[in-house]
């Protein structure tokens, strides 16, 4: 096995960003937290990827976080914005899924919360500890568990530094499937491969407008999907869509 | 009880609650732009009109809504007027801004287009044989009925992102247990249960129900600060008229 912090295998239309230190939980330090921004760098370069899978080698996820360097540096806003990979990944443009394969504790949690979905193995946990040791998230965990979850269930979790089995996860919505045991990986391909059959510009712009259209009053949000719609009105793909309805086809998307 | 044909949709109004019943059973219901057009007109009387105090709004034969109609695609002049369009005739605020509740009676397929409209209304009674799914990105568009906005505010992102890219519909259980639907119910059952809903709050105090819907359609995406703030101006002006 290779010793990259991150791999990077693209097969077809699918990407999968693969944490790849199993001895250290890929518990996100510096070296793995630049290899996850360069990679994502690279995903939303390449038009022809549509959907990205985020995972972990063997039965490893991720979890822990790094504390502060002993000696605090200078600027240490620069240092949390070197760290923070979850905004790295919630800032690629396709649909990402994460495969959870084992526990997604702490930072690692805060990945799978910048995925668009969740797909967790039946042994899974998931949860911040961060609290009971006397830390704080700073990826993200605050504001996308309470979007994702409500606000409730957030602060339960965080202040209570429970930990969730993968059933329980889904049952609080923080999940979207449950899968037998070893199979996350499979299920998630499973819909990657759906997903990557629809219309790949539409799904981008339907991503950009649900998470962009959050952030604003509705009326605005209106607007931006509006205007993300007529945007898509000179693209091919949305002829073909429309063509292979009327004519009883399945489509084939060029992205273009 | 006053009665209006369109050639989409019949509008009627019995115990100051509006019937609004979408009517190309022929083509599942799809949305046109004479269906458009019909809407707005019925959707800017029931705004103005005193006596009716609420509406319901559902399909004619065996579908709510299947979508916008396909075969109007490609007949737009060009984007720029489309997009000039879009903002005239502004159907989708207006159901938003309609201080009025709206109950969505849903039975049979509820796609694209008709699960937005039924997104856009208040409430959402389905029947057990409502299915539900938003197939643009199969079609290579986005929805563009406020679907994009208005699911994730009632699922949150993710549920929505699945709901989107899923070429499965959803069934009325599963809408309900992830707080779309409010109530399932039987078919024979949909209409008198989205009428005894719509009499329900037809004996609520008007200005309660507007403010309420203004103040959750606006603070779910403000700052809470700022929506607390727009909550405690409601209460304030609504003291006043008691």
């Known amino acids: ?13 699918i990407v999968f960003l693969i944490l790849n230190r199993p001895k250290q939980s890929n518990l996100v330090d510096e070296e793995l937290a630049w290899a ?41 806003d620069d240092w949390i914005n070197k760290m923070q990979t979850a905004a790295s990944i919630a800032k690629v443009n396709i649909p990402t899924i994460a495969a959870i394969n084992g526990d997604a504790l702490d930072h690692g949690l805060e990945l799978a919360l910048a995925c668009d979905l969740r797909v967790a193995d039946w042994n899974a946990r998931l949860g911040f500890r961060d609290l009971s040791r006397g830390l704080f998230p700073w ?25 969730l089995t993968a059933k329980k996860a889904l049952a609080v919505g923080l999940i979207n499937h449950v899968t037998r045991q070893g199979n996350a990986l499979n299920y998630a391909v499973n819909l990657a491969s759906s997903i990557s059959e629809l219309a790949p510009i539409a799904m981008r712009y339907t991503k950009e407008a649900i998470h962009r259209g959050l952030d604003m009053p509705l009326d605005q949000g209106l607007k931006l999907e509006a205007d993300l719609s007529f945007l898509l009105h000179g693209t091919t793909d949305r002829s073909e869509g429309i063509d292979s309805f009327l004519t009883k086809r399945d489509p084939y998307f060029l992205g273009q | 009880m006053i009665m209006d044909s369109f050639e ?32 707005f007109q019925v959707i800017e009387t029931i705004k103005a009109d005193y006596a009716i105090t609420g509406s319901i709004i559902y399909g004619s034969g065996k ?46 397929n509820c796609i694209g287009s008709g699960f937005e409209i ?51 519909s959803i069934t009325s259980q599963q809408a309900h247990s992830m707080g779309i639907v409010s109530k399932v119910v039987s078919i ?46 409601s209460a304030l002006r609504l003291m006043k008229t008691q």
């Open chain 2, 63 to 108: 579908d709510f809504c299947a979508g916008a109609d396909l075969t109007e695609f490609g007949t737009a002049p060009s984007q720029s007027i489309a997009r000039t369009i879009r903002w005239e005739r502004d159907l989708w605020s207006l159901f938003l801004n309609n201080p009025k509740p709206m109950i969505a009676a849903v039975h049979g």
């Open chain 2, 118 to 168: 039924a997104l856009l209304c208040d409430v959402i009674i389905a029947s057990y044989n409502a299915r539900f799914s938003m197939p643009e990105a199969r079609l290579g568009l986005i929805a563009a009925a406020g679907g994009t906005q208005t699911l994730p505010r009632s699922v949150g992102p993710s549920k929505a992102i699945s709901i989107f890219s899923s070429p499965d």
């Open chain 1, 139 to 163: 990826d993200g965990g605050t504001q996308r568990l309470s979007r994702i979850v409500g606000r409730s269930t957030a602060l339960d979790l965080l202040l209570t530094s429970r930990i």
């Open chain 1, 36 to 76: 996850i921004k360069d990679s994502c760098r690279f995903i939303n370069e390449d038009s022809s990827i549509r959907v990205m899978i985020l995972t972990g080698t063997e039965t490893c996820f991720s979890t822990g976080r790094q504390t502060f360097p002993d000696s605090m540096p200078p600027y240490p």
């Open chain 1, 1 to 13: 096995m290779s010793k990259r912090p991150v791999l990077i295998e693209k097969k077809g239309t």
């Open chain 2, 188 to 233: 024979k059952r949909l209409m008198d249960s989205a009428r005894d809903q719509a009499t329900y709050l037809s004996n609520l105090r008007p200005e309660l129900i507007a403010a309420c819907k203004f103040a959750v359609n606006r603070g779910c995406s403000l700052p809470l600060n700022q929506g607390l703030l727009a909550e405690t101006r």
């Open chain 2, 8 to 39: 989409t949709l019949d509008f009627s109004v019995g115990d100051k609650v509006a019937l609004i019943m979408l009517k190309r059973p022929e083509v599942r219901n799809a949305f046109n732009t004479t269906m458009r057009d019909d809407l």
